[in-house]
């Protein structure tokens, strides 16, 4: 901590000076910024403030009653922690119009009755002053540096928050200036948020273009002595401003409902009618609306809200949308007049990717939900598919259909035998000579048996997807076109795509 006119004085170095505080008693516990000794009777000009000015009073020698007042009355302006005044050959006993002036203007002022020669006091004292201030610029500089790498590498506020929370070692709470919970961090829900900023032990302020913002909390547990503690907070609340000034605005109380509903939706733990919390958030939730939902994976939560809202436009509708685990998840109120919801949902989504040219971002849409009991389902979904086809921008759920059923009711050992038994001369055959006849084969089903139109897909010249596809039924044994067959050879593939994933 820094250093105080009441702590130095309990030094051995200045105990041996014998002093005696005669004005300024209630002002001892100013923070002592450096000790510096003068016998200038000019000195007042040369102080910027919180010294601690030991004197033997040689520069006062000869001075009137006035004199004297004025020299310690421009040593109070300058804002000092105090004057000490060695009593001996210049002053044997302290001059009256001195401890009347100091406690007019509430200055300590401390008569040292014992000579200690002053280089010990100034080394002594000013060695802790430097060594203290050494202390926080360390730990200024390694909060920061954890900081700064954490913007470097793209983290918004939730990013900078967790990295806070980690240097700091205790519970964050981002407040804005109304006392809404922004933003929380080390805690497992909001109540507790709000219980861990009642038990506050540091807080800074946070500040946007020159005007208080808010106010970063920090909850009990941290490790840190108090003194370091400020510090590393301080440096957390500048780079949250500057992440607040990097992504726009930070979460609204809106954002922060939205977010919360969204999870409750996929984990299945909303309560029975969420509809208010919709409501709240902004989302129709009548009959006049489908609900989408949709999955995205993005490093950059403006990124993805901003196509979420992209598309929301192109709709002439409204997102609910927010940042829920590594993922944002959206719902998009598709209006019951537009045909194919799930469809259009998807439709919009690709032109926002188009539009916005956001090539580090994958989208996964859900299908048209008729209601918050079905929406997490819709979200379940898309989630999921996000994970069965990282290779595409954009997928949908109505396409992984049968991929989604086998991994819902995944059981392996059927699964394996399944595609044993029905495309094992292929598998064994891609395996053997590093081809892939079974995505062939999924492809030309998926198109209706049409030969153009999988060589297309597959970007092949139809004579040679000819050749693969007379491959493929010699392995299998029976033409592949037989339209009893396409129901089991359409799960084997799609089994056989996901067990390789």
Do not use: K
């Not at 310690?72 to 009347?100: N, Q």
């Not at 700091?168 to 497992?188: D, Q, R, T, Y």
């Not at 198109?447 to 970007?459: K, N």
Request: proline fraction near 4%; glycine fraction near 10%; hydrophobic fraction near 50%.
């Amino acid at each position: 901590m820094p250093l105080t006119l009441r702590e130095l004085l309990s030094f051995e170095v200045l105990r041996e000076a014998r002093p005696e505080v005669l004005a300024g008693e209630g002002a001892l516990d100013r923070v002592v910024r450096w000790v510096h000794s003068s016998e200038i009777y000019e000195i007042g000009p040369l102080l910027t403030g919180g010294e601690l000015l030991l004197t033997t009073g040689l520069g006062l020698a000869g001075t009137d009653a006035g004199a004297r007042r004025h020299y310690l009355r421009e040593i109070a302006a300058r804002g000092v922690a105090g004057v000490a005044l060695e009593l001996g050959r210049t002053f044997p006993e302290t001059p009256r119009e001195l401890v009347e002036e100091a406690r007019r203007q509430e200055l300590p002022f401390i008569a040292l009755h014992a000579v200690v020669p002053f280089i010990r006091i100034t080394e002594h004292v000013n060695t802790l002053i430097v060594d203290y201030a050494s202390r926080r610029l360390r730990v200024g500089d390694s909060a920061t540096r954890a900081l700064n790498e954490a913007l470097i590498a793209g983290a918004g506020v939730a990013g900078v928050l967790a990295t806070g929370a980690e240097v700091v070692g205790a519970p964050l709470m981002l407040l804005s200036a109304s006392g809404a919970l922004v933003a929380a961090h080390g805690v497992g829900s909001d109540r507790d948020a709000w219980r861990a900023a009642e038990r506050a032990v540091c807080e800074s302020p946070v500040t946007l273009h020159g005007h208080p913002w808010g106010r970063l909390v920090a909850g009990p547990g941290s490790a840190l002595p108090a003194d370091d503690l400020a510090i590393a907070l301080e440096r957390t609340a500048v780079a949250l401003a500057l992440a607040m000034l990097r992504t726009g605005s930070p979460p609204s109380e809106r954002d922060r409902q939205a977010s919360a509903l969204l999870r409750d939706l996929i984990e299945g733990t909303a309560e029975a009618d969420p509809g208010v919390r919709a409501v709240m958030a902004g989302l129709p939730t009548g009959p006049a609306h489908l609900l989408v939902g949709v999955a995205v994976d993005a490093l950059e939560t403006a990124a993805a809200l901003a196509v979420l809202d992209r598309a929301a436009h192109i709709l002439h509708t409204t997102a609910l949308r927010g940042r829920v685990g590594r993922l944002v998840l959206g719902t998009l109120a598709v209006p019951v007049a537009v045909a194919d919801a799930a469809g259009a949902a998807a439709q919009a989504l690709e032109e926002a990717l188009r539009r916005l040219h956001t090539p580090q971002l994958r989208v996964a849409v859900g299908h048209a939900a008729t209601g918050l009991a079905e929406l997490g389902g819709s979200l379940r979904d898309a989630r999921a598919a996000l994970g069965l086809r990282r290779d595409a921008r954009l997928v949908t759920t109505r396409a992984l259909a049968l991929e989604l059923e086998l991994t819902r009711h995944a059981d392996t050992g059927h699964a394996a035998e399944l595609v044993r038994r029905t495309i094992g001369p292929l598998v064994d055959w891609d395996t053997a000579h590093r081809t892939d006849l079974v995505g062939t084969l999924e492809v030309f089903l998926l198109h209706g048996c049409s030969a153009t139109r999988a060589a297309a897909a597959l970007h092949l010249g139809r004579q040679t997807f000819y050749q693969r596809l007379q491959r493929i039924e010699t392995l299998l044994g029976h033409p592949v076109t037989d339209p009893g067959a396409h129901a089991a050879l359409l799960l084997a593939t799609a089994a056989h795509r996901v067990a390789r994933r």
